[in-house]
């Protein structure tokens, strides 16, 4: 199956993944412009009614930016939204991405029928991020239109399985938009995930250290700083398991190899008062990122990030052509 259309021309085939906190307009803009999806999770504009801003800046910005870059247009953004129970926000988020008619949703947590058919009444397309077959095939199932394969090593909510066998037995029976996460922070990671039998990388651990990204600068600098064995994967902060850089846990008093486990029914995204949850916070104290970390080596603007993924997946290209 061919790619949607909303997801073709993208100068690489990149989806910028969410990152709670991190991730807002500044940054959904520059990828946008650069050319890859740019997205941010709906929760990250707080109090609620600054997510009506944030739409109304983000597609007047591409707009304008369409209209005097004919030859070069932005990539669409895509808003997250969290299907999970604790979100007390979901109706109102998904009601005001219905108004501004947002190209792309990514749904996580959970799936729904009825937050799927809102986003097709406008011609928006889902895509679900899952952790294994069986979600996938729930997701499907529900109407997303394609799957975002969350495999091991991947920042924020990780799974655990390689890549290699998530995109295989999810390409058995599903030829639909597949876009893999998990370590890809190069131009050939991105290649090779196509060639595994995914349409798109998913790339998020990487743009924390650009100038556009809401994060303090010594989250940048750690983020430079670490390598795929400073992470920690655990679900002792937000009830669900994760990755988080292990020097950010020492610096809150935390030692990383004897973290307690969390109770799920804990995780709380709806209020944001963390009310439900005491000491320190992910992602505000204990910050995430993917063990592809390593090939991040300085902090950048957002479009001289996606310039350098270009050039190091044409060479990938080339190389193996030759």
């Known amino acids: 199956m061919a790619l949607p259309a909303r997801l073709r021309g993208l100068s690489i085939p990149v989806i910028a993944s969410p990152m709670f906190i991190v991730s807002n307009p500044d940054l959904v803009i520059a990828q946008c412009k650069a050319g890859v999806v740019g997205s941010f999770p709906a929760l990250n504009a707080r109090p609620a009614p600054v997510l009506e801003d944030w ?22 953004f895509a808003v997250n939204q969290i299907v999970h129970k604790s979100n007390d926000r979901l109706q109102h988020d998904l009601d005001l991405c219905v108004k501004y008619q947002v190209p792309v949703i990514i749904t996580s947590l959970g799936a729904r029928t009825d937050v799927n058919d809102a986003i097709h009444s406008y011609g928006g397309i ?3 991020d899952v952790i294994n077959n069986t979600f996938a095939r729930k997701a499907v199932e ?26 295989q037995e999810i390409r058995e029976w599903f030829d639909g938009p597949l876009a893999l996460s998990g370590c890809i922070a190069r131009g050939g990671a991105v290649l090779a995930a196509q060639a595994m039998g995914a349409d798109l990388a998913y790339i998020g651990s990487a743009f924390i250290a650009t100038r556009e990204a809401n994060a303090p600068e010594a989250y940048k600098q750690m983020v430079v700083d670490s390598k795929a064995d400073d992470i920690v994967y655990t679900n002792s902060f937000s009830g669900v398991h994760g990755n988080y850089l292990k020097p950010s846990i020492v610096k809150v008093g935390l030692d990383p190899a004897n973290l307690a486990p969390a109770d799920p029914s804990k995780m709380d995204f709806g209020t944001g008062d963390g009310s439900k949850q005491a000491g320190p916070k992910a992602w505000k104290d204990i910050w995430s990122a993917g063990q592809g970390i390593g090939a991040v080596t300085e902090i950048s603007d957002a479009a001289d990030l996606v310039a350098r993924l270009v050039r190091e997946y044409r060479a990938a290209r080339l190389a193996l052509a030759a």
Request: glycine share 12%; proline share 8%; net charge neutral.
């Open 55 to 76: 739409l109304k800046r983000i597609t007047a910005e591409l707009a304008e930016w369409n209209a005097a870059h004919p030859e070069r247009p932005a990539a669409p």
């Open 142 to 167: 529900k109407g997303a239109d394609g799957l975002i394969a969350v495999a091991a090593g991947a920042g924020g909510h990780a799974g655990t399985l390689s890549p290699f066998a998530l995109v």
């Open 126 to 128: 889902v895509l679900h």
